[in-house]
């Protein structure tokens, strides 16, 4: 059977709300919708948005860890991680989001074993914080913070497919890059202009169940050849 590595983004995919965004409207001046603005309008990536917005905010750590214990998780998603694992595929969360508050959020939900690619909320002085982009990529095509297109392509493996979840703007390039895409909201749309195979998703009880016909096979039409395993042994 052909192993799966799966990218699954986190805001609005695995997160009920936009994590970023809820931080915002709790801790920062309204000038962060200023911001948000200009990204939407295409004037500014997201690189350079979230580290205005991330500047913005005024909370302690016991601020932020309490808001974020109020957040909650698709209740599928676990269910949905147990079987990708039982399969033998892997899971990484992909996110132009914050690690911190991913990670946090995980934890509540036992699931802090998972990888986490995604920018970095690093104190920089009290109740003040500042934004680190370690996947960010300068020929990104549109200035993310994180850069999925380039993680996409780096988990491309000959033995592997590549799977993306995902919601919005921040995986419509990505998308482009994975073997087959399990879409929500915006993303659907994107797919379906840009020809991308997918399946439009509401939550992750629809992915459990379309896993098996993924994982027999049975979804994708193949974009790429995929070795098989025993002609390099
Ligand atoms: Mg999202
Ligand atoms: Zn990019």
Redesign the pocket.
């Known amino acids: 059977m052909t192993q799966w590595n799966i990218l699954c ?5 695995i997160s009920v709300e ?1 994590v970023t965004d809820s931080l915002l409207d709790r801790f920062a001046p309204p000038e962060w919708q200023v911001l948000e603005r200009d990204w939407r309008a295409g004037k500014i990536g997201s690189a350079e948005c979230m580290a205005g917005q991330v500047a913005l905010l005024d909370a302690s750590r016991e601020e932020i860890d309490d808001h974020l214990a109020g957040l909650r998780i698709d209740p599928a998603f676990p269910q949905f991680v147990e079987a990708v694992f039982a399969a033998g595929s892997t899971l990484r969360v992909v ?1 132009d989001g914050l690690d911190y508050a991913i990670r946090a959020i995980l934890r509540r939900y036992r699931l802090d074993h998972l990888p986490v690619l995604a920018n970095r909320l690093v104190p920089s002085a009290p109740r003040r914080w500042q934004l680190e982009t370690p996947f960010s990529d300068p020929h990104c095509r549109i200035g993310s913070g994180h850069c999925k297109c380039a993680s996409a392509v780096r988990e491309h493996n000959r033995h592997h497919r590549v799977l993306l979840v ?3 703007a ?2 419509y390039c990505a998308a482009g890059e994975a073997d087959y895409v399990f879409a929500k909201h915006r993303l659907i749309e994107h797919c379906r202009h840009a020809a991308i195979p997918h399946t439009s998703i509401v939550g992750f009880a629809d992915a459990i169940g379309l896993l098996p016909a993924l994982l027999a096979g049975k979804l994708h039409t193949p974009r790429r050849v995929l070795m098989p395993e025993a002609a390099t042994r």
């Open positions: 983004d986190f805001d609005g995919t936009d996110s995902g919601d919005g921040s995986d």
